[in-house]
């Protein structure tokens, strides 16, 4: 009796640990929000990202409070451990209003035409989340580039390319 209590102890464990090693890939869009921090807007297959964002977050948040409001910034991100709808990349907006970080994390559309772009594609799905939260008040560059930074310093240790997407690209 003893022994086979052991083995079926052993074996919900073995299946427990192999369970636990795939990787979970959500197919519906994931909203996480930081009450006076962070507001996050994930993309399906995108939830294995909220890592990064919430380094970003982190690091941004390290240093004294901003003031201001920034536009978005929009970012190209190739993480090997983000897997998104067979594309080697996302797209990711993130937006200061009232000292909330707001982060939308997007699949890139098949590019068609010469003249389209993966920062219209963000700019636009950024657009239609941040309708509700105008800029009030204009940050000044330094807040601009600590976000810079703080994307640059949460994307190095992970292994993450990332690259600023502007209008003109």
Known sequence: MGESLLVLTLVTLIVITIRRAKPVILDNPVIIQRPGEYHITLAPQLNRAQTFIEQIARKFSQSRPPAGDL?????????????????????????????????????PKPLKKAAESHYQTVHAFADIVMIKHPIIEAADEQTAERLRASVDAAAGPLMIAVSELNADV
Not at 78 to 95: H, M, N, Q, T
């Open 71 to 107: 536009p978005a910034h929009y970012y190209e991100v190739r993480d090997p451990k983000v897997f998104s709808e067979g594309e080697s990349c996302y797209l990711l907006a993130i937006s200061l209003r009232g000292g909330i970080l707001y982060f939308q994390a997007i699949n």
